[in-house]
């Protein structure tokens, strides 16, 4: 029988992670219902796939300008205060565009403006994802918490296509708009209630805080490889959600397949997540690196392409590798990089495989147009393999499980260790969290 896990490697029993978690899950199951409720409104409303490309482009501008900032100011002004003051922007900007399309005749303006609004308070709410769970959850517990909020989203993603069919079809999209805005209200409350320590950053200036965050990424000889083939990954995987459609429609047997395809890739989320709960691996820089290869199967499947169950089977196993890989790396970061700067590397991590993606997107029809959709794919999981080179570099090799930052020596290169620690603080108005969060001086 498995032995049962300490108290402190089970984060539920953390008031403030039990709140955290509640709320991102609220918030989590909200946003999946408006990817697909947004596309029925805009179609609806406008009948042009160009609208729909520019409401979705205004979302996702602001969100890659201002990542960088959004991680600043997280690192400055306490992470709990950040996400709580953009949750409360996303609720309005949500219940804006909801109104717009209840109304009955929705001004295109006003949508695209919400979303934006919505995109960039997005922004500055990313980066604090990691110090939050780093704040309400002892070190021992981190990768549980991490496979726990990595769950959430892969259930989400399940069932929020459906729930969105069915309030479009029953109420209407404006609805969905409503709903979205209402899980952003209910988790504001329940950060309003966390506690979450905090080690406060030295007053300096904007560009200052900006530029360390940088050299923290570039002075870890495991990181920015590790991001740079995450960032190649994305960018693949932006080519088979582009392409795989057309080729699971036109070769594999219709639409059906491409259905099953993104149901099983949502089930091997959910079994990714799973296993990351419960297996924690000695060199977890490595293993995320080579479980994201796994995502050139599917991509040499629908290259080929192979018949249509191993298609289907291919992307499950690679979506299983992913579900498993962002909890293990999440931690990792969470574990390495020191606190006061947590929040501004991982807006560099967001920026990078944010701005992969649509890059993908753009570049596959393109390349299909000029040479058939099978080279883009081609390409693309020989590309997505050779992230299996990182294994040559020193530091992703070697780098093995450790304690959190400022209790082990994993500094930027001059750095003297511990000298990222400092005094912290508890980011609410009682003590220190109920059996919840380690100080912040010891990264779905």
């Not at 570049?363 to 999981?381: C, K």
């Not at 304690?403 to 400092?422: I, L, N, V, Y």
Request: proline share 8%.
């Amino acid at each position: 029988m498995p032995s049962t896990p300490p108290a402190d490697a089970r984060p539920l029993r953390s008031r403030d992670f039990r709140l955290l978690f509640t709320g991102r899950t609220l918030s989590l199951i909200g946003d999946a219902v408006i990817p697909p409720a947004l596309a029925l409104a805009v179609l609806r409303a406008t009948g042009s796939t160009s609208a729909l490309a520019l409401v979705l482009g205004c979302a996702m501008l602001p969100r890659l300008v201002l990542l960088p900032v959004g991680g600043v100011l997280a690192d400055r002004f306490r992470a709990r205060t950040v996400a709580l003051g953009t949750d409360l922007v996303r609720c309005a900007s949500q219940l804006v565009a909801g109104l717009q399309l209840l109304g009955g005749d929705p001004s295109l303006t006003v949508i695209a403006v919400a979303e934006a609004i919505g995109g960039a308070a997005s922004a500055f709410a990313m980066p604090c994802q990691y110090p939050l769970v780093a704040g309400t959850v002892k070190p021992e517990g981190r990768q549980r918490a991490n496979a726990l909020m990595a769950t959430a989203e892969s259930a989400g993603r399940l069932g929020g296509p459906a729930l969105a069919g069915v309030l479009v079809l029953t109420a209407g999209p404006g609805w969905a708009f409503l709903l979205d805005a209402a899980t952003f209200a209910v988790s504001a409350g329940l950060l309003a209630a966390l506690r979450v320590a905090h080690v406060p950053l030295p007053k300096r200036s904007f560009r200052a805080d900006l530029a360390e965050g940088w050299r923290e990424v570039i002075g870890r000889d495991w990181y920015w490889p590790s991001l740079l083939a995450h960032a190649v990954s994305n960018l693949c995987l932006g080519v088979l959600l582009v392409l795989g459609p057309a080729v699971a429609v036109g070769r594999l047997g219709g639409e059906g397949i491409w259905v099953a395809t993104v149901q099983t890739g949502a089930v091997g989320l959910l079994a990714g997540n799973a296993l990351a709960a419960r297996h924690h691996p000695r060199r977890p820089v490595l293993t995320a690196n080579l479980l994201g290869v796994l995502f050139a199967l599917p991509l040499a499947a629908f290259a080929l392409p192979a018949p249509a169950p191993v298609a289907v089977l291919c992307y499950g196993v690679a979506t299983a590798g992913l579900g498993y890989l962002n909890p293990v790396w999440q931690t990792t970061v969470q574990n390495a990089v020191p606190p006061t700067a947590l929040a501004r590397v991982t807006s560099y991590d967001w920026l990078l495989s944010l701005g992969a993606m649509p890059l993908g997107y753009a570049l596959a029809p393109w390349a299909a147009g000029h040479w058939g959709a099978g080279v883009p794919l081609a390409a693309a999981a020989v590309l997505t393999g050779a992230g299996a080179a990182t294994a040559a570099v020193p530091g992703v090799r070697n780098f093995t499980a450790r304690k959190p930052a400022g209790q082990q020596d994993d500094t930027a290169p001059g750095r003297p260790a511990g000298a990222e620690t400092s005094r912290t603080h508890d980011d609410g108005d009682e003590g220190a969290p109920d059996g919840g969060s380690a100080p912040l001086g010891s990264p779905g």
